[in-house]
T-cell receptor, first 115, second 117 residues
Framework: AQSVSQHNHHVILSEAASLELGCNYS??????LFWYVQYPGQHLQLLLK??????LVKGIKGFEAEFIKSKFSFNLRKPSVQWSDTAEYFC?????????????FGKGTTLSVSS | DTEVTQTPKHLVMGMTNKKSLKCEQH?????MYWYKQKAKKPPELMFV???????INESVPSRFSPECPNSSLLNLHLHALQPEDSALYLC????????????????FGDGTRLSIL
């Protein structure tokens, strides 16, 4: 069965600190990988996605993620966080070969950035 | 602002009430989804519609009844819900549909926060 593991439940950082959120997935086929962010009281927004090609993908707001196939990982990074990055971050996967199916989400990581 | 619009934003209902959640998108997407998100938990899929036809039902109780009147609208009819059904109900849409390769992300609405008394 597909599953997504996010290693950090709650991360607390000061502004300008670097961020790395871990994500590992378990799936027997080919996957698409996503990071979504949910700001307090707002909808889930797509940060970045990986379908194929360059395993280092860049998203909005200075975030990037690297797909390492051998490690089944898709870690999210940002060199310097801002207070406005405080939010819930979800890693998600779906099946590349079956369109219109579920996104499987990790449990999420709460990021709190202090100014 | 999201391009997927959900109404109402908040709903409080009793266990004997009948109500409906609505979702609308005008991006031309042909796949639409209902997810349920409990507090501090990730979203979990309930239903998928492809070309206005139900393609996935994740063993959801019959007190939840989805409906897709046209390609832009998705409803979730609620009847005789239980307190444990209190959650955030998220609608999403994507350009792709079942039967092909997946290469498009899902776009989410703000959700309807449902409370069952």
């Amino acid at each position: 069965a597909q599953s997504v593991s996010q290693h950090n439940h709650h991360v607390i950082l000061s502004e300008a600190a670097s961020l790395e959120l871990g994500c590992n997935y378990s799936y027997g086929g080919t996957v698409n990988l996503f990071w979504y962010v949910q700001y307090p009281g707002q909808h889930l927004q797509l940060l970045l996605k990986y379908f194929s090609g360059d395993p280092l993908v860049k998203g909005i707001k200075g975030f990037e993620a690297e797909f390492i196939k051998s490690k089944f990982s898709f870690n999210l990074r940002k060199p310097s966080v801002q207070w406005s990055d405080t939010a819930e971050y979800f890693c998600a996967v779906n099946d590349r070969c079956q369109a219109g199916t579920a996104l499987i989400f990790g449990k999420g990581t709460t990021l709190s950035v202090s100014s | 602002d999201t391009e997927v619009t959900q109404t109402p934003k908040h709903l409080v209902m009793g266990m004997t009430n009948k109500k409906s959640l609505k979702c609308e998108q005008h991006m031309g997407h042909r796949a639409m989804y209902w997810y349920k998100q409990k507090a501090k938990k990730p979203p979990e899929l309930m239903f998928v519609y492809s070309y206005e036809k139900l393609s996935i039902n994740e063993s959801v109780p019959s007190r939840f009844s989805p409906e897709c009147p046209n390609s832009s609208l998705l409803n979730l009819h609620l009847h005789a819900l239980q307190p444990e059904d209190s959650a955030l109900y998220l609608c999403a849409s994507s350009q792709e549909v079942a039967g092909g390769e997946s290469n498009q992300p899902q776009h989410f609405g703000d959700g309807t926060r449902l409370s069952i008394l």
